[in-house]
DNA sequence: TCCTAAAGTTAGCCATGGCTAATCTTCTAT
DNA sequence: ATAGAAGATTAGCCATGGCTAACTTTAGGA
């Protein structure tokens, strides 16, 4: 999976193959590429938690309109989340969550409302605090999250 | 390029179709799919200008071990970010920034210190703070970003 | 000088996640 | 009861961004 660049010898560029810091730099951008594999699949069963809550049912083309996407791409994301074990459905019928996928809707919409929290804390508006917090969700770690948390008791 | 879902009639679910509230949430997921497309540029050239710094050049071997990734990715983004006229490059050679590479990789390495000054200033340690901030820095709102500010003067 | 290892490139594979166009199913209102 | 609208699905397109395998170029050391 990974490259073995420790070679000690011929570091025909200073300060870069393999250093520790550079390794740790990676580590980072690893860490995102794997947040952003999941980031799909969370804001989905968030959502489709929040429509059952609100609307009684979750359907296509409601998720098509809050998430901002033709239903087609619902569709299809629909058909990976009930590949990967978070929803089940039947044709033509809305959608249901398993205890996997219900499961990670609470985790994430915890998430979600402590960064949501975080950001009216700092004093910013509303509409700011939501928009923001649904790209920083995903990249929050727990120790940053328990900062947030931390700064909100004070 | 966008659907005209503003229709008041007939919607059969109720609180769903283009609702305020539903098309702000839209608007949000909107701007982290944008911010998306922009990530690898904005992480590439803040790269590339760190490698010169600190190295003298930039090379795809280099770049490959600080992003994680395998060389011929990295080619492969680098032909985007010529395409895109962010870098500019001759077969073999090393890489180098245009001005409006350049000058995008200033605005995200400020982005990204003040991102790390404030986990910092939360109370994390040096390594969350960098992994965290990858991937929050490209998720934070001017308005946002100018919140940590504050948080930083005080 | 010239051989070889490291670096760079190319080709080709795959999954993801957008989209439009066209079709099919469901449901509602007449 | 049924026609038409709304919703759901399918098929097929495209760009992105990972990867491996194989090849070419460069460059350092004997
Ligand atoms: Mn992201
Ligand atoms: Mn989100
Ligand atoms: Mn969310
Ligand atoms: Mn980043």
Redesign the pocket.
């Known amino acids: ?1 990974e ?1 073995n ?1 420790d ?1 000690p ?5 200073a300060g870069s ?1 393999g250093s520790p810091g550079t390794q740790a730099q990676a580590k980072g ?1 690893q860490a995102v ?1 794997k947040a ?2 999941s ?3 969370e804001d989905y069963v968030e959502l489709i938690s929040d429509l059952i809550e609100q609307c009684g049912e979750a ?4 998720i ?1 309109s809050h ?14 989340l009930q590949r ?1 074990g978070f929803i089940t ?6 959608i249901f969550l398993t205890k996997t996928g219900a499961d990670l809707a609470n985790i994430c919409r915890h998430r979600h409302r402590i960064i949501v929290a975080f950001l009216l804390h700092l004093g910013l508006d509303a509409e700011t605090a939501e928009h923001d917090a649904e790209g920083l969700e995903h990249h929050v770690s727990n120790k940053t999250l328990a900062a947030f948390e931390a700064a909100l008791e004070k």
């Open positions: 999976m490259s660049n070679k010898s011929t570091p025909t560029n193959t951008f590429r952003h594999q980031e799909i699949v359907r296509p083309v409601d098509a998430m901002g996407v033709t239903q087609p791409t619902v569709v299809k994301n629909l058909a990976r990967d459905r039947e044709k033509y019928r809305s």
